[in-house]
């Protein structure tokens, strides 16, 4: 039987490495006004599509992958999100983003602990994250037509709600299901990974609401 405070010591610490990577690469690179412009002029549309392949692949084939190749991915997976997240450092104050990246971690703390803590059953919602989450998606796209500010306030709001139970619900999930994955590295590279995207979805949202732009 893993330990669980072990497990979930290793998989903040991942989580901590991916941010770290990410942040850093979107930093470097907002710094360079010609990869930048590469990025998003000529690049942008397949580093998406390898994004998506790239945590498709890691989500589903983890269980059977060795635990180099899973950090690997993982680390990948993080390069490649900090390409695009280099114009959020374009377009915000950096002290701005610093502060919604606080905001952000003792939002992850706090409904982390309820997950980890609770005696409540919180599989039980999972179907109703999963249709919220749809539903936004659906909103957004509709969204694009439209181009209501009011709409895409609306839009945000939902979606941080939706992914700050995410969390609770992701960490409770991990705890009840360790023995679905054997190997402790892993077990904490698919804990990293759902908590990561909990903490980029969260820290986007409460930067529209909350960023500064830059002057």
Known sequence: MLESNKIFSKIFLWMFIGLAITFGVGYYISLNTNMLYN???KYYIFLVIAEL???IVLSARIRKMQPM???IFFCLYSFLTGLTFSSIFVVYDLMSIMYVFGITAIVMLVFGLIGYYTKLDLTKIW???????LAVII????????GSEVFDMGITIVCLIIFIAYIAFDIQSIKKNMYMIENEDNL???GALQLYLDFINIFLRLLQLFGKNKD
Do not use: P, R
């Open 53 to 55: 392949i790239v945590v």
């Open 39 to 41: 990025i998003f002029s």
């Open 188 to 190: 904490a590279i698919y």
């Open 139 to 146: 909103c957004e796209i509709i969204n694009i037509f439209v």
């Open 127 to 133: 179907v109703y994250l999963f249709m919220g989450l």
């Open 69 to 71: 190749t899973s950090k």
